[in-house]
């Protein structure tokens, strides 16, 4: 059974740049996307972006220019990198595996991390 | 990019049904058949409950359903129960590769 772990600094003072990481355990980590979600306080989630293992990225257009995914694969590992941060960052959070599209169906996120949450306070 | 557009609450009694419209456009929902449910309890993770429109994840119970008429999807909750209380979002691929959400909606059990 695959699982997802998570972590990352957890308090940021505004401009700096927020890094998160992610593991994956018990599953394959080829041929899946592995992608970013975050919920601010009391607020809905917005998709971040996601990378797979041969390094190609998706990235929401209105955060592109301040968020860089990388990946490890000898690892089984993701991260996130989010620069210039302000309050407006501060949010849970949350890695998750994306299943690939084909056959008439994909881009689902099937299996999630807890989530880490992020402060962004001077 | 724009949010997709779901009411922000719906409420049932037990046993009852209850619909949670997820509106986008022709270029997201309307256009794919790659609209997925989640259920989020409490500061708890998202878990998926819908896939491809109306596929059911293993472990799903049946009384989740999904479907979409044009450029809106549908999750019905039949036979609602405690435990549904919960938020949900649909989410959506929305062309160029990338995704975006629903903005939630929350589901109280009379």
């Not at chain 2, 609209?35 to 409490?42: E, F, R």
């Not at chain 2, 998926?48 to 549908?74: H, Q």
Request: charged fraction near 15%.
């Amino acid at each position: 059974q695959v699982q997802i772990q998570q972590w990352g600094a957890g308090r940021l003072k505004p401009s700096e740049t927020l890094s998160l990481t992610c593991a994956v355990f018990g599953g394959s980590f080829s041929g899946y996307f592995w992608g970013w979600v975050r919920q601010p306080p009391e607020k809905g989630l917005e998709w971040i972006g996601e990378i797979n293992p041969s390094e190609a990225t998706n990235y929401n257009p209105s955060l592109k220019s301040r968020v860089t995914m990388s990946v490890d694969t000898s690892k089984n590992q993701f991260s996130l990198k989010v620069t210039s941060v302000t309050a407006a960052d501060t949010a849970v959070y949350y890695c998750a595996r994306r299943f690939p599209a084909g056959n008439g169906g994909g881009y689902y996120m099937d299996v999630w991390g807890k989530g880490t949450t992020v402060t962004v306070s001077s | 990019q724009s949010a997709l557009t779901q009411p922000p609450s719906v409420s049932g009694s037990p046993g009852q049904s209850v619909i949670i419209s997820c509106t986008g456009t022709s270029s997201d929902v309307g256009g794919y058949d790659y609209v997925s449910w989640y259920q989020q309890h409490p500061d708890k993770a998202p878990k998926l409950m819908i896939y491809d429109v109306s596929k059911r994840p293993s472990g799903v119970p049946d009384r989740f359903s999904g479907s979409k008429s044009g450029n809106t999807a549908s999750l019905t909750i039949s036979g609602l129960q405690a435990e549904d209380e919960a938020d949900y979002y649909c989410f959506s691929y929305a062309g160029s590769y990338t995704l975006v959400f629903g903005g939630g909606t929350k589901v109280t059990v009379l």
